[in-house]
């Protein structure tokens, strides 16, 4: 999985929708790192995969909730916290307290353009009236 949430293999780019969401839908993660997993007759049978940052990706926004949520590539619906929000390397990511590193694809980031405010050295996530500065690690 590279770094904007995209699954490959060595023939390319996922392509198959269906696939792609079977194995976004079966990432789990233990102390040594993320895997897909599937159980076939009692047997549980997980892959460990590289992975760019995360590979827990936020693909849709919906602001008008409250509080506002963010649909996971998994296919979780978790609450966006505007206090957990930071910047690198010109991505925006947010700490879950129980999934850890959260990354805004390319879709969620164009769903929250319109909260993003300030200059480059002092970016700010506006939400509601209220202004989270984003800093950057």
């Known amino acids: 999985m590279d770094g904007q949430g995209v699954w490959r293999n060595r023939h390319g780019r996922f392509r198959r929708k269906k696939i792609i969401d079977h194995f976004n839908a079966a990432i789990r993660r233990d102390g040594e790192g993320f895997y897909v997993c599937?159980?076939?007759d009692d047997i549980l049978e997980?892959?460990?995969f590289p992975y760019e940052d995360t590979a827990w990706f936020a693909v849709t926004v919906d602001l008008?909730?409250?509080?506002p949520q963010l649909g996971l590539n998994t296919g979780r619906v978790i609450d966006l916290v505007p206090e957990n929000l930071y910047t690198r390397n010109d991505g925006l990511f947010m700490v879950h307290d129980d999934l850890g590193l959260v990354k805004f694809a390319e879709?969620?980031?164009l769903a929250v353009a319109g909260c993003l405010r300030g200059?480059?050295?002092?970016?700010?996530?506006?939400?509601?009236?209220?202004?989270?500065?984003?800093c950057e690690k």
Do not use: S, T
């Open 46 to 48: 997980k892959v460990y």
């Open 64 to 67: 008008g909730q409250d509080p």
């Open 38 to 40: 599937q159980e076939r």
């Open 107 to 109: 879709r969620a980031l």
């Open 119 to 134: 200059e480059e050295d002092a970016p700010l996530f506006v939400l509601q009236g209220r202004e989270y500065p984003l």
